[in-house]
């Protein structure tokens, strides 16, 4: 019901802030979306979990709350959202540190 808005919302996100998300599922009452690319890199990814949440809101017209996020191997994201209020949202991030 709500995946060609959601589709929508990331579009705009993604023109917006140079960023490559995109949706990977939706179930029930919550979906998934891959953050990629140099939004991942910055010492403010989260700040941008909350941007596109708020675009959400504003394209779907209902509450949208961060559940969790994991942060891949790749320094990429997945963040789950979801229509419910939950009390924390769940945290998983890895230091990853580059040496030339």
């Known amino acids: 019901m709500y995946k060609g808005l959601i589709e929508k919302a990331i579009e705009g996100f993604n023109l917006k802030f140079n960023s490559e998300c995109k949706l990977l599922g939706i179930r029930d009452k919550e979906f998934d979306i891959l953050f990629r690319g140099h939004i991942c890199f910055t010492c403010g990814a989260y700040d941008y979990f909350e941007d596109l949440r708020v675009i959400l809101e504003e394209r779907i017209g209902k509450k949208v709350y961060l559940k969790e996020y994991k942060q ?24 990853i540190f580059y040496d030339e």
Not at 74 to 89: L, M
């Open 72 to 95: 891949n191997e790749d320094g990429s994201y997945i963040v789950t959202y979801i229509f419910e209020r939950i009390e924390k949202p769940k945290r998983d991030i890895k230091i």
